[in-house]
């Protein structure tokens, strides 16, 4: 695994952005959107290395996030146009989008908002919005997920299934994440709430999910705490061109749980 931590900086309207890239270049790039208060140091790295073995992935900091200068827009629309702008100002034409959790939301928005940059697009862990029927989130979800800082037993509850094999495999990918170099800083307050705002005022893609022709691969763990699976299948019961994957004993961080089994789908996917 590659200890490479090279930060390129690009200059965009909302300030300079921090970002990375792994794999080999040629083709059409993957371009991944991070969590609720993730940057970019907040992938796991053997997820990463899985999936840039045959491909160009690049990861940034969003406007207001991590090594990135500017403040976080105060609408999902907003965060999504920092997006476009990345994908446009790097000169990559089009994308491919692989969006977890907050990221998946932002995917779905800038799929509808600039369907002209994205090929295909990977909804990981995420949701199309308000989804009144069904399972709703764990009760502890939002008292967890906004303490001042989330230790280790906070991201095993929120992104991991309480089974022996599950916990076992959540702190590996938490001290595999922990011990890259040059970790750079942590979402600010600040923009915790900016974020929280975009979240809160979003309306959903349900009414115009017709509208997302593209391939689409939804996949979520059948066990997440916060965005209920059920949630994922309702995404892909509207969406023209999806495909629904769910995996047992996984919750909200299974792409870093079953990493060689989501790499591999994600390939297959992307290589159509």
């Given amino acids: 695994m590659s200890n490479d931590v090279t930060i390129h900086r690009l200059q965009t309207s909302y300030g300079e952005l921090a970002w990375r890239e792994d794999g080999a270049a040629g083709g059409v790039p993957l371009l991944l959107l991070q969590r609720f208060r993730g940057t970019m140091d907040d992938w796991d790295p053997a997820f990463i290395q899985a999936i840039s073995a045959d491909r160009r992935v690049i990861r940034f900091d969003s406007a207001g996030i991590g090594r990135s200068e500017g403040a976080v827009p105060d609408s999902i629309g907003g965060i999504a146009a920092v997006a476009a702008e990345v994908i446009s100002s790097l000169g990559l034409g089009q994308a491919d989008v692989l969006g977890w959790s907050l990221g998946g939301v932002v995917g779905q928005q800038l799929a509808l908002d600039a369907p002209h940059l994205v090929r295909r697009l990977i909804v990981a862990g995420s949701s199309p919005g308000p989804v009144a029927d069904g399972p709703q989130a764990h009760p502890r979800v939002a008292q967890v997920m906004t303490k001042p800082d989330n230790g280790a037993e906070d991201f095993l509850f929120l992104f991991y299934p309480e089974t022996e094999t599950a916990v076992a495999a ?103």
């Fill in 170 to 272: 959540g702190r590996a990918s938490l001290a595999r994440i922990a011990a890259q170099p040059q970790l750079g800083p942590k979402v600010t307050a600040a923009s915790f709430m900016g974020q929280v705002k975009a979240i809160s005022s979003w309306p959903g893609v349900l009414h115009r999910a017709n509208e997302l022709r593209l391939p689409m691969l939804v996949a979520n763990g059948a066990h997440d705490v916060m965005l209920p699976a059920y949630r994922s299948y309702v995404l892909s019961q509207q969406a023209p061109n999806a495909k629904l994957v769910l995996y047992p004993d996984a919750g909200h961080a299974f792409l870093f749980q079953e990493i060689d089994d989501f790499a591999a789908e994600v390939d297959r996917f992307l290589s159509k």
